[in-house]
T-cell receptor, first 114, second 109 residues
Framework: DVKVTQSSRYLVKRTGEKVFLECVQD?????MFWYRQDPGLGLRLIYF???????EKGDIPEGYSVSREKKERFSLILESASTNQTSMYLC?????????????FGPGTRLLVL | DAKTTQPPSMDCAEGRAANLPCNHS???????VYWYRQIHSQGPQYIIH?????ETNEMASLIITEDRKSSTLILPHATLRDTAVYYC??????????WGLGTSLAVNP
């Protein structure tokens, strides 16, 4: 089975802190994604990567950056956390091109910024 | 970007078939139809996908109309564990999936 793991299930940070969210997948997938999910807004794509060191902006990249130094690892960075970045963050991975690939999700990280 | 239309909520009796509809009014020829679900407090889970033909796997069946403008996800014998939010979308080779708000399915005992 595909396994996507995220470094933390719950995280509490203070405004202005730099926050790192880590995601690791074990199925050699080319594509990796970061989403955030908020009530009433559904899942929104922040960034995605289709190869090592490659990244593309999603729909809401402002305030975020990403890093993909190795194929299995995709990191989301909040340079200076703000309260409006309190959310559920979900990482996903997929292989292949056909139809965007079937995405496999991690359990999510609930981030609270105080 | 491709968008879909789903009813916001549905109910189903335990043991009965749950039929979840989706309209794909803007689907193009090379786009697949995907279905996912999200159980409360978990990440979304891939269920099934198809291009033109009907598909079945161990979780569900997918019916796609001939014009591909609509699809139906069928859970043949719904259980309480199938209570979740179900998402459908069509996606092409740009790797991006446009997530709507889905259908909240309540399976009742």
């Amino acid at each position: 089975d595909v396994k996507v793991t995220q470094s933390s299930r719950y995280l509490v940070k203070r405004t202005g802190e730099k926050v790192f969210l880590e995601c690791v997948q074990d199925m050699d997938h080319e594509n990796m994604f970061w989403y955030r999910q908020d009530p009433g807004l559904g899942l929104r794509l922040i960034y995605f990567s289709y190869d090592v060191k490659m990244k593309e902006k999603g729909d809401i990249p402002e305030g975020y950056s990403v890093s993909r130094e190795k194929k299995e690892r995709f990191s989301l960075i909040l340079e200076s956390a703000s309260t409006n970045q309190t959310s559920m963050y979900l990482c996903a991975s997929s292989s292949g091109l056909a139809g965007g690939g079937s995405q496999y999700f991690g359990p999510g990280t609930r981030l609270l910024v105080l | 970007d491709a968008k879909t239309t789903q009813p916001p909520s549905m109910d189903c009796a335990e043991g009965r078939a749950a039929n979840l509809p989706c309209n794909h009014s803007t689907i193009s020829g090379n786009e697949y139809v995907y279905w996912y679900r999200q159980i409360h407090s978990q990440g979304p889970q891939y269920i099934i996908h198809g291009l033109k033909n009907n598909e079945t796997n161990e979780m569900a069946s997918l019916i796609i109309t001939e014009d591909r403008k609509s699809s139906t996800l069928i859970l043949p014998h719904a259980t309480l564990r199938d209570t979740a939010v179900y998402y459908c979308f069509n996606a092409g080779n740009n790797r991006k999936l446009i997530w709507g708000l889905g259908t909240s399915l309540a399976v009742n005992p």
